[in-house]
């Protein structure tokens, strides 16, 4: 059976504040095991993706901005017969933010959102909807924090003007900021829907991104089991098995509140761990019989 690992063409951003090459050590851990492996980039126009009989998107960490080509590929690979990992439908649907909409219509806890659609505008009714001082805006189709604007109502006017700028090129969505975020983010990590470890990260002083290559710190605390149950309850939801996801969200009143359900391209914090590289290669397996 031969697998490629899927990523992108590496851009030294993302990885500052990371020590460990994750995607290199978890392909160097899979061959020891015998696998047939090799790493790819998404958008190489010189694979043969019929070649393998596995692909696994493991990291094209740029397609939020070659949505269209990605999407494209995917729909290629499908036609193809290759088996995808995570799945081709999943990924398309949590291409897009709209889809914490639709975990929120199933009961499960998610920060509140609207959407704003191409065109529109930002209207101070939110913090009134949401009840609170503050706002978070940012892209339905995005990675990493990019072009995501807090607003109060002190600085709306200021905000606004550039939100309307951004509102002209894709939709948005608007939410409450949440006060909890300065605790930090935690991030539940789940191969084949079975849970792995976790981290928490958290921003650094004065921001409120979480992610390594805007200066925030990452630490790795043993987490409530009730946190883990209630993680777990996001997989559960989902119509097909993922080899991989990445719950994030904060913790409101000790309870689990989702903010992402990373089940395209997150870092998974493997961090050369065996114990952690053996439970992603367990789960491999079991998906590929």
């Given at each position: 059976m031969k697998i490629t690992i899927t990523g992108y063409k590496k851009e030294e951003r993302f990885s500052q504040g990371v020590t460990n090459d994750e995607d290199t050590e978890l392909i160097n851990f899979l061959i020891n095991k015998g696998l047939d492996v090799v790493p790819t980039i998404w958008n190489d126009p010189n694979v043969v993706w019929s070649s393998y009989d596995v692909v696994v998107i493991k990291s094209p960490w740029d397609y939020h901005n070659h949505l269209k080509e990605f999407l494209n590929w995917l729909n290629n690979l499908k036609k193809s017969g290759v088996r995808v990992l995570n799945p081709v439908e999943i990924i398309q649907w949590n291409s897009d933010k709209h889809y914490l909409k639709d975990v929120a219509e199933k009961g499960l806890p998610v920060i509140p959102a609207e959407y704003l659609e191409k065109g529109s505008v930002l209207e101070r009714l939110f913090f009134n909807y949401f009840n609170t001082e503050k706002l978070v805006v940012k892209p339905c189709i995005s990675a990493g924090a990019q072009n995501t604007i807090t607003v109060s109502k002190d600085n709306f006017e200021e905000r606004s003007a550039e939100i309307e700028t951004l509102l002209k090129e894709q939709?948005?969505?608007?939410?409450?900021?949440?006060?909890?975020?300065?605790?930090?983010?935690?991030?539940?990590?789940?191969?084949?829907?079975?849970?792995?470890?976790?981290?928490?990260?958290?921003?650094?002083q004065g921001d409120f991104r979480v992610q390594h290559y805007h200066g925030g710190s990452i630490s790795y605390p043993v987490p409530d089991p009730l946190h883990i149950e209630q993680a777990g309850l996001y997989l559960k939801s989902l119509p097909q098995a993922t080899l991989y996801a990445r719950v994030d969200g904060v913790l409101i009143n000790n309870s689990f509140h989702l903010m992402e359900l990373e089940l395209i391209e997150p870092y998974l914090f493997l961090n050369g761990d065996s114990g952690l590289l053996e439970n992603y290669y367990q789960a491999l397996i079991a998906l590929t019989k």
């Amino acid at each position: 059976m031969k697998i490629t690992i899927t990523g992108y063409k590496k851009e030294e951003r993302f990885s500052q504040g990371v020590t460990n090459d994750e995607d290199t050590e978890l392909i160097n851990f899979l061959i020891n095991k015998g696998l047939d492996v090799v790493p790819t980039i998404w958008n190489d126009p010189n694979v043969v993706w019929s070649s393998y009989d596995v692909v696994v998107i493991k990291s094209p960490w740029d397609y939020h901005n070659h949505l269209k080509e990605f999407l494209n590929w995917l729909n290629n690979l499908k036609k193809s017969g290759v088996r995808v990992l995570n799945p081709v439908e999943i990924i398309q649907w949590n291409s897009d933010k709209h889809y914490l909409k639709d975990v929120a219509e199933k009961g499960l806890p998610v920060i509140p959102a609207e959407y704003l659609e191409k065109g529109s505008v930002l209207e101070r009714l939110f913090f009134n909807y949401f009840n609170t001082e503050k706002l978070v805006v940012k892209p339905c189709i995005s990675a990493g924090a990019q072009n995501t604007i807090t607003v109060s109502k002190d600085n709306f006017e200021e905000r606004s003007a550039e939100i309307e700028t951004l509102l002209k090129e894709q939709d948005y969505m608007v939410q409450p900021f949440v006060e909890e975020i300065k605790n930090g983010e935690w991030s539940f990590l789940f191969f084949n829907g079975k849970y792995s470890h976790c981290s928490l990260k958290t921003p650094k002083q004065g921001d409120f991104r979480v992610q390594h290559y805007h200066g925030g710190s990452i630490s790795y605390p043993v987490p409530d089991p009730l946190h883990i149950e209630q993680a777990g309850l996001y997989l559960k939801s989902l119509p097909q098995a993922t080899l991989y996801a990445r719950v994030d969200g904060v913790l409101i009143n000790n309870s689990f509140h989702l903010m992402e359900l990373e089940l395209i391209e997150p870092y998974l914090f493997l961090n050369g761990d065996s114990g952690l590289l053996e439970n992603y290669y367990q789960a491999l397996i079991a998906l590929t019989k």
